[in-house]
């Protein structure tokens, strides 16, 4: 028999949801038998909190939304929504240069540039609207003000940030029109062949893994790095490992990472696009460094200032973890 309803609880760590599965309920799928015995909660959603490990019967906590269905009473605890607008958070940050128009930072690796699924705190607009205040843009939307570009989470780098909606609207014709030098630094699988040259092909999501760009003949936006060897390391007739300066024509997502790759010369360090591991004096030197991200740094941002029409160019030297890398790369 169904149970009239889920006997709701709430505190400040959230909602708690008791659903009671009798005998007759017993016996089908899990995460489909909740759902159908309460109007509170989705099936994908009680699927999410299943995986969360926020659904338990008696001391046990359920992991298999796939599993069978027992009688008993179901506890899901429903944690509170997320704020609509992200939290101004005291986080430190390596300023570079800043006016009353726009401030430009150097990003460490592991901080994501705005908050999304899985990084609703930490990242550079939490720190930002500590920083600035309410002195932000607001064209780049609620979660992202200020925000004319991004790079990845895990690369390092230089980045510049809107502090009026004219520096915004200035800037993101800048980037539009591609008048913007970008210079990145790459640790590299190997070397490039031949040691300088562009790479060029469009890039859209991968077909078979949604959460992976790849480059595709049709469809897709068109890309173009120019890449070139600063160094090699290792044997000189067949290279470990190198150091690669790039520039971008475009700026598409992943879209270095991507095109060394297809090189068969994927960044150190990086668990989307590598191919495979790299040999096993690289391997030791990465973890001696400390490397744990993709060896892959904005090293030049330089631009027109949008309100000044200063012409501004801003460098930051690779962090710790690769800067020690190539000290270990070297000594090959």
Same mark, same amino acid.
């Given at each position: 028999?169904?149970?009239?309803? =889920?006997?709701?609880?709430?505190?400040?760590?959230?909602?708690?949801?008791?659903?009671?599965?009798?005998?007759?309920?017993? *016996?089908?799928?899990?995460?489909?038998?909740?759902?159908?015995?309460?109007?509170?909660?989705?099936?994908?959603?009680?699927?999410?909190?299943?995986?969360?490990?926020?659904?338990?019967?008696?001391?046990?906590?359920?992991?298999?939304?796939?599993?069978?269905?027992? #009688? *008993?009473?179901?506890?899901?605890?429903? =944690?509170?929504?997320?704020?609509?607008?992200?939290?101004?958070?005291?986080?430190?940050?390596?300023?570079?240069?800043?006016?009353?128009?726009?401030?430009?930072?150097?990003?460490?690796?592991?901080?994501?540039?705005? =908050?999304?699924?899985?990084?609703?705190? *930490?990242?550079?607009?939490?720190?930002?609207?500590?920083?600035?205040?309410?002195?932000?843009?607001?064209?780049?939307?609620?979660?992202?003000?200020?925000?004319?570009?991004?790079?990845?989470?895990?690369?390092?780098?230089?980045?510049?940030?809107?502090?009026?909606?004219?520096?915004?609207?200035?800037?993101?014709?800048?980037?539009?029109?591609?008048?913007?030098?970008?210079?990145?630094?790459?640790?590299?699988?190997?070397?490039?062949?031949?040691?300088?040259?562009?790479?060029?092909?469009?890039?859209?999501?991968?077909?078979?893994?949604?959460?992976?760009?790849?480059?595709?003949?049709?469809?897709?936006?068109?890309?173009?790095?120019?890449?070139?060897?600063?160094?090699?390391?290792?044997?000189?007739?067949?290279?470990?490992?190198?150091?690669?300066?790039?520039?971008?024509?475009?700026?598409?997502?992943?879209?270095?990472?991507?095109?060394?790759?297809?090189?068969?010369?994927?960044?150190?360090?990086?668990?989307?696009?590598?191919?495979?591991? =790299?040999?096993?004096?690289?391997?030791?030197?990465?973890?001696?460094? *400390?490397?744990?991200?993709?060896?892959?740094? #904005?090293?030049?941002?330089?631009?027109?200032?949008?309100?000044?029409?200063?012409?501004?160019?801003?460098? #930051?030297?690779?962090?710790?973890?690769?800067?020690?890398?190539?000290?270990?790369?070297?000594?090959?």
């Amino acid at each position: 028999m169904a149970s009239e309803g =889920p006997d709701i609880e709430e505190d400040d760590a959230g909602e708690f949801l008791t659903i009671a599965v009798g005998a007759g309920d017993a *016996g089908g799928r899990l995460d489909k038998t909740l759902a159908g015995l309460t109007e509170a909660l989705s099936r994908a959603r009680i699927q999410a909190l299943i995986a969360e490990g926020k659904v338990g019967l008696g001391e046990a906590v359920l992991t298999d939304p796939s599993a069978k269905a027992a #009688a *008993g009473d179901y506890r899901i605890t429903v =944690p509170p929504p997320a704020p609509a607008e992200p939290l101004s958070e005291p986080i430190a940050l390596d300023v570079l240069f800043e006016d009353e128009f726009l401030i430009v930072v150097n990003k460490p690796a592991g901080m994501a540039v705005h =908050p999304a699924p899985g990084s609703t705190s *930490g990242t550079l607009v939490n720190a930002l609207l500590h920083h600035c205040g309410s002195s932000l843009s607001g064209v780049g939307g609620v979660a992202r003000p200020g925000i004319v570009h991004r790079i990845d989470k895990d690369t390092s780098g230089v980045l510049v940030v809107a502090k009026t909606d004219a520096a915004h609207q200035g800037l993101s014709k800048l980037f539009a029109a591609h008048d913007i030098d970008r210079a990145y630094m790459a640790l590299t699988r190997g070397a490039p062949h031949p040691a300088r040259g562009v790479i060029e092909g469009a890039i859209a999501r991968s077909a078979s893994d949604r959460k992976k760009m790849a480059m595709v003949k049709t469809g897709g936006r068109h890309a173009i790095t120019h890449y070139a060897v600063e160094r090699q390391f290792g044997p000189e007739a067949r290279p470990t490992a190198a150091q690669v300066a790039l520039t971008l024509e475009t700026g598409r997502t992943h879209q270095i990472r991507v095109h060394l790759a297809s090189k068969g010369t994927p960044c150190l360090g990086d668990q989307t696009y590598g191919s495979g591991p =790299p040999a096993e004096p690289v391997r030791a030197a990465m973890t001696a460094a *400390g490397l744990a991200r993709q060896a892959l740094h #904005a090293r030049v941002l330089g631009f027109v200032h949008p309100v000044t029409w200063e012409p501004m160019r801003f460098e #930051a030297e690779p962090p710790a973890d690769m800067a020690e890398l190539i000290v270990l790369l070297e000594a090959l």
